[in-house]
């Protein structure tokens, strides 16, 4: 017992640093990229172009299953072993990935994709407009600088009594309850599988790691990517508003949810394991 020492690392700091970095570089890009394109483009062409955004959210995921598979293959000390020192296949469950290098990969590619953003302006010509000369009069100059005061002494008591009248005003609004809806069925069809399928495909048909990334990518990520391109192009060329697009999306996260759903019924035996399955002897 004194020669038992606790094993202890502090690289998993490392870790959460880099993914907190990473979530504050990612969260402003959906939300405001959708507002830079509602601001500054046709009604008729902007459900168009964010098809276009969806489509590349989704062309980048599967590049990235691609890439974990091909991390997957190699061995976590990669660089530092000898490849023909590894006895362990890559099916073995005591194999681990090269995961981090991964990370450092997507890093550098995050890294040169937000520079052009820099260069981005703050405000555009809204499509099929022309530019319109600056009111700086006095008359608009003043009522301003006395709204930016007004807004200053905003006590968080005012701030905060006026929360429950818009939380009741969003919950009537059936745009924003049909989006609640068909993100919480989305969520629950769609996390499942990218959480449980891979690790079902090693257990059940003996694929390596990845392998079973590989498949995961190949057959759900392309016909996501041919849905987001043309429900963009039907928006546009039906000219559906805002209320109809909802109910359409419910509809069909409804049966997308039924779908999968499906999936309880097709199920393989159980394979042996000892102590827990079948005995161990």
Not at 84 to 95: K, L, N
Request: proline content about 5%; charged content about 15%; hydrophobic content about 45%.
């Amino acid at each position: 017992t004194e020669c038992k020492k606790e094993p202890g690392s502090l690289l998993w700091i490392f870790v959460m640093v880099g993914n907190i970095v990473r979530g504050l570089g990612e969260t402003p890009i959906m939300p405001l990229g959708i507002s830079y394109l509602e601001d500054f483009a046709k009604a008729e062409n902007s459900p168009l172009y964010q098809g276009f955004l969806h489509t590349a959210t989704v062309i980048g995921p599967f590049l990235g299953l691609l890439l974990a598979s091909f991390c997957a293959e190699l061995f976590v000390d990669v660089g530092s072993v000898n490849a023909e020192d590894i006895t362990i296949p890559a099916t073995d469950a005591r194999w681990v990935g090269a995961w981090w290098l991964g990370i450092l990969i997507c890093g550098l590619l995050n890294l040169l994709a937000g520079i052009p953003f820099c260069f981005l302006p703050k405000s555009l010509v809204k499509e099929g407009e022309t530019n319109e000369p600056e009111e700086t009069s006095s008359q608009i100059i003043v009522p301003l600088q006395e709204n930016d005061q007004n807004e200053g002494k905003q006590t968080m008591y005012d701030i905060a009594k006026d929360f429950l009248p818009f939380l009741k005003a969003l919950f009537r609004n059936p745009v924003y309850m049909l989006f609640i809806c068909i993100t919480v069925l989305q969520y629950s069809a769609f996390d499942g599988m990218i959480s449980f399928m891979p690790k079902y495909l090693e257990q059940q048909f003996g694929k390596s790691a990845s392998d079973a990334i590989f498949l995961i990518g190949v057959y759900n990520l392309p016909v996501v990517c041919v849905g987001y391109f043309f429900g963009g192009l039907f928006m546009k060329k039906f000219k559906i508003n805002i209320y109809q697009a909802a109910k359409i999306a419910f509809w069909l996260s409804l049966l997308e949810y039924l779908l999968y759903f499906a999936a309880y019924w097709t199920v393989c035996d159980t394979s042996p394991v000892a102590g827990l399955t079948v005995s161990y002897e």
